[in-house]
């Protein structure tokens, strides 16, 4: 099973700021094969990226991941209010099971 | 426009049954992965099970032998049923559509408690 590891756990930025968020696999993710998602309170998680770096629709530009292998990391260029909630990575594919990141709360600083 | 409706959860006794509901409206469910995820009360989101398109299931170690996956295409539906019930199974239960949760429902409570 691959185990992902996400950090920092807890992330306090101010709006404007700029935010990078780290997942860190215990092997290497088949395919690149690497979701983020964004969650808020009492909500389901929405898709933000997939296959690493491919933008879901309608998520803004803001937003971006990169990374290969082990060493994934999702961006948000300029944080606005709305941005501040919970983020999972998840590891899919042929490597199961499936797993997730125990996530990153962004919080107002 | 895609929607996913699950339905189906409540309060059981531990050792007790459960049969979820995903109903999905704006696409087929046998043309794309299926998946269930759960998240327990103040915890993060655990995989529980996938269905391909082909039909075959794959299942977490934490609920194999006990859950079962499965889908009624002349109703585009998936459910979940869930056997042999433990407290730590208690959680909003999700479905989604592709195995990387383009589309999710809004989550149904599962509660298993004595």
């Known amino acids: 099973e691959i185990v992902l590891t996400q950090s920092p756990g807890t992330l306090s930025l101010s709006p404007g700021e700029r935010a990078t968020l780290s997942c860190r696999a215990s092997?290497?993710?088949?395919?690149?094969?690497l979701a983020w998602y964004q969650q808020k309170p009492g909500q389901a998680p929405r898709l933000l990226i997939f296959?690493?770096?491919r933008r879901a629709t309608d998520i803004p530009d803001r937003f971006s991941g990169s990374g290969s292998g082990t060493d994934f990391t999702l961006t948000i260029s300029r944080l606005e209010p709305e941005d501040f909630a919970a983020y999972y990575c998840?590891?899919?594919?042929?490597?199961?099971?499936?797993?997730f990141g125990q996530g990153t709360n962004l919080e107002f600083k | 426009e895609v929607q996913l409706v699950e339905s189906g959860g409540g309060l059981v006794q531990p050792g007790g049954s459960l049969r979820l509901s995903c109903a999905a409206s704006?696409?087929?469910?046998?043309?794309?992965?299926m998946i269930w995820v759960r998240q327990a009360p103040g915890r993060g989101l655990e995989w529980v099970s996938l269905?391909?398109?082909?039909?075959?299931?794959k299942y977490a170690d934490s609920v194999k032998g006990r859950f079962t996956i499965s889908r009624d295409i002349s109703k585009n539906t998936v459910f979940l049923q869930m056997n042999s019930l433990r407290p730590e199974d208690t959680a909003v239960y999700f479905c989604?559509?592709?195995?990387?949760?383009?589309?999710w429902g809004q989550g149904t409570l599962v509660t298993v408690s004595s």
């Open positions: 998840q590891q899919y594919g042929s490597s199961l099971p499936n797993t």
């Open positions: 989604a559509k592709d195995d990387y949760g383009a589309y």
């Open positions: 704006g696409f087929t469910v046998s043309s794309d992965y």
């Open positions: 296959d690493a770096s």
């Open positions: 092997q290497r993710v088949t395919g690149n094969y």
């Open positions: 269905i391909y398109s082909d039909g075959n299931t």
